[in-house]
């Protein structure tokens, strides 16, 4: 009898951490900020993702198409863009 309760709390132990676990990869899924960066590289304008270290895959001829751009991908993930300086930010983490 004891060791039936204890395979019982074991097994709702584990239960509890793979369900935190998932709500935990699952949420930061979804309340991923993506801040961005203008960089020049050569005679074009990048997007750098501050959060994923990388560069988004579209070069820009000018600085404001770049930055329109990053304002329309944070607008279509729900979020508020602000340029500061030469990074579009989120308004809500300001």
């Given at each position: ?65 770049a930055i329109s751009a990053g304002k329309n991908y944070m607008k279509y ?18």
């Open positions: 009898m004891c060791m039936y309760k204890e395979l019982k709390n074991l097994y709702r132990f584990s239960l509890i951490v793979i369900k935190d676990f998932i709500n935990k990869i699952f949420l930061s899924n979804i309340l991923l900020i993506m801040p961005y960066q203008i960089k020049k590289v050569g005679k074009k304008y990048k997007l750098y993702n501050l959060h994923k270290k990388v560069f988004v895959n579209k070069e820009f001829n000018s600085r404001e198409s993930r729900k979020e508020k863009p602000v340029l500061v300086g030469n990074k579009i930010l989120n308004k809500n983490k300001i």
